[in-house]
């Protein structure tokens, strides 16, 4: 099994995580790690937060010689902006005038009657996406142990308010998606989106939006139909409905796939080059909890950002008089970063599964175990010879 577990507020000391069950002799690229944390923190529509930080990560436990020991890995990530609110987050005597005019859509006011909090900063200083920076982190372990065996996992925004990009057959090079200021493989859709992102930020207001997620060469079986958690989907939606904003998840042709009839929504089997083949991919990769051997194609679908800066209708729960919610620094779109959050948590969802049917104590042994079943997959439906 593995499993993560992540700690730390906004605007706390550090961001702290710990990820266990990784097999030992991982080589662990920490330079990729660092660029993925850096990467989280562009994209057209972000805050002000993005130009304090300089993330990067700090190795604990669990890695020796640059490669993973077996044991539970753990990195911290620091806050440089724990400096400018000491007063306010300091866990020994932080304190502060409280926060208690709860944002609709965001975790204030359920998290303030839920852990009985006066002060909403308790609720949403670990509410907050800056959380996702450790998931990030952790999630490019996770691509690194499933890049061993070939598996890619590539993302890109396919809408951003009511402006929808096309979506490719193949996806460009992905220093093209990397280049692009909202992480949209079509360019005339990016200029558009980033005109709407600035209307939006002129009027104090936000948006949400869409990304798509596809995972190359993942091999048929990962996932289970025996028990309900166990299925694939339902991992990998639970992953990425997991992150802040995100209100809704598509696996293949997903919402649109209820519109059409059976013939219409099932991928036929031939065989093609002596081998089982699909014509087409309206599954998503994923039949009955399992994967299928098809690119796994996954999209989230996110709320706009909670915070406005011109903040709409509230109460102030210490008075139950009428008032505006409070504001705080925050982005006007994340959907870009969102994506690259998406990534990680696909990576970390994959990774148990993944081990689960291949699993080892290190890295050798997982690739034995690997390779042969992957051998005995294709002596499995190995067509007669006549």
């Known amino acids: 099994?593995?499993?993560?577990?992540?700690?730390?507020?906004?605007?706390?000391?550090?961001?702290?995580?710990?990820?266990?069950?990784?097999?030992?002799?991982?080589?662990?690229?920490?330079?990729?790690?660092?660029?993925?944390?850096?990467?989280?923190?562009?994209?057209?529509?972000?805050?002000?937060?993005?130009?304090?930080?300089?993330?990067?990560?700090?190795?604990?436990?669990?890695?020796?010689?640059?490669?993973?020991?077996?044991?539970?890995?753990?990195?911290?990530?620091?806050?440089?902006?724990?400096?400018?609110?000491?007063?306010?987050?300091?866990?020994?005597?932080g304190g502060g005038d409280p926060i208690t005019r709860p944002r609709p859509g965001h975790a204030d006011y359920a998290g303030g009657i839920k852990y009985r909090h006066r002060d909403l900063r308790n609720v949403l200083e670990r509410a907050s996406a800056r959380e996702t920076a450790m998931r990030v982190a952790l999630g490019e372990v996770a691509r690194q142990y499933l890049a061993v065996f070939g598996v890619t996992v590539r993302s890109h925004v396919v809408q951003i308010g009511e402006v929808a990009a096309r979506t490719p057959d193949e996806l460009p090079d992905i220093n093209y998606i990397a280049a692009s200021p909202v992480r949209c493989a079509d360019a005339d859709a990016a200029v558009r989106m980033m005109e709407r992102i600035d209307q939006a930020r002129a009027a104090?207001?936000?948006?949400?939006?869409?990304?798509?997620?596809?995972?190359?060469?993942?091999?048929?079986?990962?996932?289970?139909?025996?028990?309900?958690?166990?299925?694939?989907?339902?991992?990998?939606?639970?992953?990425?409905?997991?992150?802040?904003?995100?209100?809704?998840?598509?696996?293949?042709?997903?919402?649109?796939?209820?519109?059409?009839?059976?013939?219409?929504?099932?991928?036929?089997?031939?065989?093609?080059?002596?081998?089982?083949?699909?014509?087409?991919?309206?599954?998503?990769?994923?039949?009955?909890?399992?994967?299928?051997?098809?690119?796994?194609?996954?999209?989230a679908r996110l709320k706009p950002i909670a915070t406005l800066m011109r903040p709409l209708d509230s109460v102030d729960v210490a008075t139950g008089a009428a008032a505006k919610a409070a504001v705080v620094r925050s982005d006007v779109c994340s959907v870009p970063a969102a994506s690259l959050i998406g990534e990680a948590m696909v990576c970390l969802a994959l990774a148990g599964p993944f081990s689960d049917k291949y699993g080892g104590d290190s890295v050798e042994e997982v690739a034995e175990h690997f390779a042969s079943s992957q051998r005995m997959a294709r002596e499995l439906f190995q067509p007669p010879r006549h």
């Open 1 to 93: 099994m593995i499993r993560y577990l992540t700690a730390g507020e906004s605007h706390g000391p550090a961001l702290v995580g710990i990820i266990d069950g990784l097999p030992a002799g991982l080589p662990l690229d920490v330079a990729a790690v660092n660029a993925a944390l850096g990467a989280r923190q562009q994209g057209h529509g972000r805050g002000g937060r993005m130009k304090i930080e300089a993330d990067a990560v700090e190795l604990l436990a669990g890695l020796r010689g640059g490669q993973t020991l077996g044991s539970p890995l753990a990195l911290l990530i620091r806050n440089r902006d724990f400096e400018n609110n000491r007063a306010l987050m300091d866990p020994i005597t």
């Open 204 to 299: 104090g207001d936000t948006l949400g939006g869409a990304f798509e997620i596809r995972i190359g060469q993942m091999p048929v079986g990962i996932g289970s139909n025996r028990q309900p958690w166990e299925r694939l989907d339902a991992v990998l939606a639970a992953a990425l409905m997991s992150i802040q904003t995100v209100k809704a998840v598509d696996v293949g042709e997903g919402i649109v796939a209820g519109g059409f009839v059976g013939s219409r929504s099932h991928d036929a089997f031939e065989m093609r080059d002596g081998a089982v083949a699909r014509p087409t991919n309206r599954a998503g990769g994923i039949e009955g909890g399992m994967s299928n051997g098809e690119t796994i194609i996954v999209k």
